[in-house]
């Protein structure tokens, strides 16, 4: 009998891993294939451009370069800015949103409808709305607030990144927020209403119950999120300044540029942002899973 159950077991097996067998070789092949050709050019190895001598060449040339260092500040900080302004903002919307009232399936339908939004039309709103000749500064000049719409503060192409920040919040929001809210609904309020019944006010009764319970959720929404941001290039292209560049803007640059011995360089920004996501993302889910069995 046991040696049924493993044979079927095994069969299971290898059935699961037939079918998973097409969409893994595309992973491989494209993913992994262009991962490794990339880290291959960025130790100095492209024949196509006479490159064939391997070393780390372009690695000690970008760290070396101070444009690359605040480049990498500057997308760490967009990336950390904008998935903790949005995680904040969706579990509040989550928590509102969960109550049943008149208009709910109204209200929770433009809740999500940005969804189906291209970041690209949301950076035209953000360049429409916030940029010195915007529609804001206008109407702060019309209401006298400010003199002129020049005197409205730099929230596009700014030293800050606020208008990138501002994009992916608007655009992060009920991505996180609707899982959170399915958590929400998946496991009522029975949970916080017996700890209302033995004393905890709202407040206690948020951080030591609802939290730990939607905290899987908020974590596994919010490493998609940064992995996106951080690594996302036109919204920066449009949004962001010059110098310092986000860093996918200065790896595509570099890229394009007519030298073709900037190349490795390109590939190597490129290694070093998957490296950092990779990175980050492990000790961000390290340091929640210690968060969650606390």
Same mark, same amino acid.
């Given at each position: ?15 699961? #891993?037939? @079918?998973? !067998?097409?969409? *893994? %070789? /595309?992973?491989?092949? $494209?993913? =992994?294939?262009?991962?490794?050709? &990339? ?42 800015? #904008?998935? @903790?302004? !949005?995680?904040? *903002? %969706? /579990?509040?919307?989550? $928590?509102? =949103?969960?109550?049943?009232?008149? &208009? ?51 929230? /596009? ?138």
């Amino acid at each position: 009998m046991n040696r049924f159950r493993l044979s079927e077991r095994g069969a299971q097996r290898l059935s699961i #891993s037939i @079918l998973l !067998a097409p969409a *893994l %070789a /595309v992973i491989v092949l $494209l993913f =992994l294939g262009g991962l490794a050709s &990339g880290f291959l050019r960025s130790l100095n190895y492209f024949p196509l451009i006479g490159l064939n001598d391997f070393n780390f060449e372009a690695y000690f040339t970008i760290f070396t370069d101070n444009g690359f260092l605040q480049s990498l500040v500057l997308t760490f900080h967009i990336a950390f800015t #904008s998935t @903790l302004i !949005a995680s904040i *903002l %969706a /579990v509040a919307s989550a $928590l509102l =949103l969960r109550p049943a009232f008149r &208009g709910k399936r109204i209200v929770h339908f433009f809740f999500s409808l940005n969804l189906t939004i291209p970041h690209l039309v949301g950076a035209i709103g953000v360049l429409y709305l916030f940029q010195n000749s915007g529609l804001v500064s206008r109407i702060m000049t019309g209401l006298d607030i400010i003199q002129r719409p020049a005197d409205f503060p730099a929230m /596009v192409f700014d030293p800050w990144a606020i208008g990138i920040i501002i994009q992916y919040v608007w655009k992060e929001i009920p991505f996180i927020g609707v899982i959170v809210l399915a958590i929400l609904l998946s496991v009522g309020e029975d949970y916080e209403s017996v700890a209302r019944s033995l004393g905890a006010n709202r407040w206690q009764a948020f951080r030591q119950v609802t939290l730990p319970l939607i905290m899987p959720g908020v974590v596994s929404a919010s490493v998609i999120v940064f992995a996106f941001t951080f690594g996302a290039f036109e919204i920066p292209y449009l949004l962001g300044r010059t110098f310092p560049a986000a860093l996918p803007v200065l790896a595509y640059q570099s890229y394009t540029d007519v030298d073709l011995a900037a190349r490795p360089q390109a590939m190597a920004m490129a290694m070093v942002i998957a490296f950092i996501s990779t990175l980050l993302i492990m000790a961000y889910m390290k340091l929640s899973r210690v968060y969650i069995r606390e």
